[in-house]
């Protein structure tokens, strides 16, 4: 298996969002799998101006020159995406970039299914499956919900199997002065294991996914955190 995750953290392997993909790609790697890392914070993307040219004139290649140029061969060779990002209402804007760049992939070749047009990858790109890796700072994980309708969504457009989401609701909370609480360590060790079993399988464990996603702290308590912050900023 060879996978690429694209880490969309703008605080890039600092933030909480490489906490959790880093733990999940590691145990991919002790599965064997071979994986690489890429922040759209490094890529620095321009913007997709929706002319549409990889596909009708210079179909499957992209006209705008940057750093994007270097990984699409990369995507091409990658059985799996990783998409990794944190909750920036919805996204943070170098994610989004990227995912609009995606867009010489796919072929315009188009089909209906229930109700939506999806096209599909072209030929040369051999990802199957995309996954997602999220994290947010607030209590419920419902507030990681609309970035994983995005990425359910890329996927289906691209008629890729979407794998699932590995997901982090107040990921802050695992640590503690830098360094990870008990509680931390322990959903550090799942995801490892959850990576690790998906290397091995092609597949996430939903009991596992949701031990990950547990809560750390009841509602209020956090609620209250927050709002005695801003009361003493």
């Known amino acids: 298996m060879k996978a690429i995750a694209i ?4 605080r890039k392997d600092r933030g909480n969002t490489a906490t959790i993909l880093n733990a999940f790609t590691q145990g991919m790697k002790d599965a064997g799998a071979e994986v690489e890392v890429i922040y759209t914070k490094n890529l620095k993307p321009k913007l997709c101006t929706g002319e ?4 009708w ?3 499957g290649e992209c006209y705008i020159k940057d750093d994007m140029q270097k990984v699409y ?6 059985d799996i995406l990783i998409l990794a990002t944190p909750v920036y209402i919805p996204l943070p804007g170098e994610m989004q970039i990227f995912i609009n760049r995606l867009c010489p992939l796919a072929v315009p070749l188009l089909e209906t299914r ?3 047009t999806r096209a599909r990858l072209r030929d040369d790109v051999k990802i199957h499956k995309i996954l997602l890796v999220s ?5 419920e994980k419902e507030n990681l919900d609309t970035v994983v309708r995005i990425a359910k969504e890329l996927a289906e457009d691209m008629s890729v199997e979407f794998s699932g ?15 990870l609480t008990e509680e931390g360590t322990v959903i550090i060790d799942e995801v490892k294991k959850a990576g690790y079993d998906f290397a091995r399988s092609g597949e996430l464990s939903k009991s596992m996914l949701e031990s990950i996603r547990r809560p750390l702290i ?3 308590e956090l609620l209250q955190m927050y709002n005695r912050a801003l009361e003493s900023a």
């Open 57 to 59: 004139k210079t179909p």
């Open 135 to 139: 994290t947010g700072g607030w209590w």
């Open 7 to 10: 880490n969309g953290s703008p």
């Open 165 to 179: 989401a590995v997901l982090r609701p107040h990921a802050f909370l695992m640590k503690k002065k830098g360094e």
């Open 73 to 78: 061969p990369k995507l091409r060779k990658s």
């Open 218 to 220: 009841a509602q209020e």
């Open 114 to 116: 229930e109700g939506r």
């Open 52 to 55: 549409l040219q990889c596909w």
